[in-house]
């Protein structure tokens, strides 16, 4: 994944390198992804535009799921921990801004035509050094271009 952050004060690109894994038993799925966000220095950072930099935030996510017979309808169990981003200003590191943070949560996906489902997803802090405190509950609809998949 590639992000350039165009905010005010903010010109720095990240990417994100990551490994994943993922395991089948039946209607079980097990799915684990490491990785690291990577940032380029801000070179004219704030009013003064000194050099920002910001060091690599490991990851950890990890989801385990179940399929149901109507293809597209799974629930899941997801976690995640994640570690670092010390950033520094002119060279000197803030030692106060490395994060270390975790969450726990669900996601609920129910395919209800060839096209449509709905997805819904709740999740909260489990620990937060810095960040990443709060929680989060979405509902989303879907529309897939591609129809029902094939099964074997």
Known sequence: MIHQD?????????FKPEFGYSERWGNWVLDAYAGAWVYTTNQAFGPVGKPQNESPIGS?????SHDFKNPGTWVSLDGNFWWGGLTGLSGIRNLKTEQVGSRIGGTAAWRFTKHQSLK???SAGTYSRFGGNYQNVSLAWQ???LGWPKRK
Not at 6 to 14: I, T, V
Not at 60 to 64: A, M, V, Y
């Open 143 to 145: 529309y897939s271009w």
């Open 60 to 64: 950890f996510e990890g989801h385990f």
């Open 6 to 14: 165009r905010q005010l004060g903010h010109q720095s690109w990240a």
């Open 120 to 122: 819904g997803s709740y």
